[in-house]
């Protein structure tokens, strides 16, 4: 009886950490957000603090990611020209934002096919902050970072 217990318990261990651990996906919804070639841009709405971050420079971590639904955005075909496969539907980005700041860096990557089968990764080796521009889609999410910052509703 007590094998059957402890197997019990790690079936629902098993079953419940790839839960609690993936992201939860929002879809960005601003005017900067909509595309006429079907892309949608997504945030994962757990986001946390980088290492070294404090109160008077907060450093957000959180995860980006891109579908394409026609291979005619012409992002998509950046992302062509810069030798990502061309079974390519989805990216995400793992950002590293600077709030005070207002720029960002991108720190590590995924692609994945339609599948969702991962098709390559990459860790940015030299972190490059890029600025923020005003009137583009990253602001609007750079200005959403700052006020859950603000809310204490970025987990520590």
């Not at 839960?19 to 079907?38: D, F, I, M, P, V």
């Not at 012409?74 to 793992?94: H, M, Q, R």
Request: net charge neutral; aromatic share 10%.
């Amino acid at each position: 009886m007590n094998n059957r217990a402890v197997l019990l318990f790690l079936l629902l261990l098993v079953l419940w950490i790839p839960t609690s651990c993936s992201a939860e996906w929002k879809l960005l919804e601003s005017k900067l957000h909509e595309n006429a070639y079907g892309t949608k841009y997504y945030y994962d709405t757990k986001m946390s603090y980088a290492d070294g971050s404090s109160n008077q420079n907060p450093l957000v971590v959180f995860w980006g990611k891109t579908v394409f639904d026609g291979k005619g955005d012409p992002d998509y075909n950046k992302l062509l020209s810069i030798g990502c496969p061309a079974d390519t539907t989805t990216v995400e980005l793992k950002y590293k934002v600077d709030l005070n700041n207002k720029k960002a860096a991108v720190i590590y990557g995924v692609l994945y096919d339609i599948q969702g089968r991962i098709l390559s990764t990459d860790t940015s080796k030299n972190v490059e902050y890029k600025p923020i521009l005003p009137g583009t889609g990253a602001e609007v999410v750079w200005a959403m970072i700052k006020e859950l910052h603000e809310k204490g509703a970025i987990s520590r």
